[in-house]
């Protein structure tokens, strides 16, 4: 009976990871600033019924790091995986610093349309496909490589507007990680007319897994996040 146990809880697990066609992971990144150790960052994936999907992103300082930076950023958002990455539900939460950020998205796709709250301020915006809250824009990034799908551009809420990032694929770098030697995308990220732009390291081994990040203004090198683990289901 014990064995009997173990393989149907074996089957199960197997199901569950999947009904995501990402597997589910919780991946912890070490946060750099200007190049200096500033904190630590996590994403997690989760399957939560067929095609669904729920995501969370953490972001804190650590060390002498939090004399100074006390921000902590959260994100969630549930949704479905079809052809496109279809997010149904985003809320960001900025606590601890300065001032405090809240954003919530609520994407209603048989109507069409993107109800959009930023720090009081409403929007109704209308949805087209692709439209995408900041942490989804991750798994349609994996989801795409994994289809070997290049898009140009993707379109991205910010606050209570929909922007257009130009994508540029840079080739493929073999990077040191956590995980060892591995093959990566480079992807650059950048709306026309920003100084902002951002860079992704994805890994081709393990299912597109952004495996470094790097934010940079003008040029310079603002924020780092290099994975430090991974696991999986």
Sequence with gaps: ????????????????????????????????????????????LRSVGEGFYQMESQL?????????????ITEQVEGRIGEHVEPLHYRYRRTGGSR?????????????????E?????????????????????LQAMWDLKNQRRFEEYQLLDDTRIRTYRVEYQGVERLDTALGMVNTIRVFRQRPGSSRAVTFWFASDHDYLPVRVIQQRDGDEKLRMELRSLRRG
């Excluded at 995501?20 to 946060?31: D, H, N, S, W």
């Excluded at 300082?61 to 902590?72: K, S, Y």
């Excluded at 919530?104 to 109800?115: K, L, M, N, P, Q």
């Design 1 to 44: 009976m014990r064995k009997i146990a173990i393989v149907l809880s074996l089957l199960i697990a197997q199901v569950t990871v999947a009904e995501l066609p990402i597997a589910p992971f919780e991946a912890q990144y070490r946060v750099y600033a200007k190049g200096v150790p500033a904190g630590e960052g996590t994403i997690v």
């Design 60 to 72: 804190r300082a650590t060390g002498l790091a939090r004399l100074i930076l006390r921000d902590e």
């Design 118 to 138: 930023h720090n009081g301020e409403q929007a109704d915006l209308q949805l087209a496909p692709r439209v995408l809250d900041p942490l989804s824009t991750y």
């Design 100 to 116: 405090e950020d809240r954003t919530e998205y609520r994407f209603d796709w048989s109507a069409g349309r993107i109800h959009a």
